[in-house]
T-cell receptor, first 113, second 111 residues
Framework: GQQLNQSPQSMFIQEGEDVSMNCTSS?????WLWYKQEPGEGPVLLIA?????ELTSNGRLTAQFGITRKDSFLNISASIPSDVGIYFC?????????????FGTGTRLQVTL | NAGVTQTPKFQVLKTGQSMTLQCAQD?????MSWYRQDPGMGLRLIHY???????DQGEVPNGYNVSRSTTEDFPLRLLSAAPSQTSVYFC??????????FGSGTQLSVL
């Protein structure tokens, strides 16, 4: 099946630093999504992207749909302690309810004071 | 606002036992799915449903059964538990299959 590679696997940063992570696919996706999972909870949707080249922000988070349709990027500016968690990318090759999301392996973010 | 409710939160089984993980959503979503989360593996799709009476297999369906008799409920059955099924299980629902709302998970240990 399709695979999504996320990097880095983990990050340890200081409060106030900016964060960048990315996700690459072996095939083309028409939808990219970014989720955040906090300890003991299910993932929560952060940003959804639908068009190649699209750049979308949600507060301090900005995500981009790669031009090749095989990658996506997430940036977090001025990190704060509540940014701690696992960030997952997810992609879907086509539209329609039967199309299944593929999830990446996650980037674990730790923020130190 | 209940959203997606999963029960139980924690479960310990012996090898060979069967059990059902419950999932209910109150958002009238057509699409429901089950994922398992293992360290370093991300979330892998077990089974999904696009509406009552319709189910299909995901990436890792072996050892699991599902049914969808109502829009609200989508239980996951482990037929004969194995240690390889030790994992955290998440149920999710959505209107269109992509903007998933997740439950808080069931942590399952099979001894």
């Amino acid at each position: 099946g399709q695979q999504l590679n996320q990097s880095p696997q983990s990050m340890f940063i200081q409060e106030g630093e900016d964060v960048s992570m990315n996700c690459t696919s072996s095939s083309i996706f028409n939808t990219w999504l970014w989720y955040k999972q906090e300890p003991g909870e299910g993932p929560v949707l952060l940003i959804a992207l639908y068009k190649a080249g699209e750049l979308t922000s949600n507060g301090r988070l900005t995500a981009q749909f790669g031009i090749t349709r095989k990658d996506s990027f997430l940036n977090i500016s001025a990190s704060i302690p509540s940014d701690v968690g696992i960030y997952f990318c997810a992609g879907r090759p086509d539209t329609g309810t039967a199309s299944k999301l593929t999830f990446g392996t996650g980037t674990r973010l730790q923020v130190t004071l | 606002n209940a959203g997606v409710t999963q029960t139980p939160k924690f479960q310990v089984l012996k090898t060979g036992q069967s059990m059902t993980l419950q999932c209910a959503q109150d958002m009238n979503h057509e699409y429901m799915s089950w994922y398992r989360q293992d360290p370093g593996m991300g979330l892998r799709l077990i089974h999904y449903s696009v509406g009552a009476g319709i189910t299909d297999q995901g990436e890792v369906p072996n050892g699991y059964n599902v049914s969808r008799s109502t829009t609200e409920d989508f239980p996951l059955r482990l037929l004969s538990a194995a240690p390889s099924q030790t994992s955290v299980y998440f149920c999710a629902s959505s209107r269109g299959g992509e903007k998933l709302f997740f439950g808080s998970g069931t942590q399952l240990s099979v001894l």
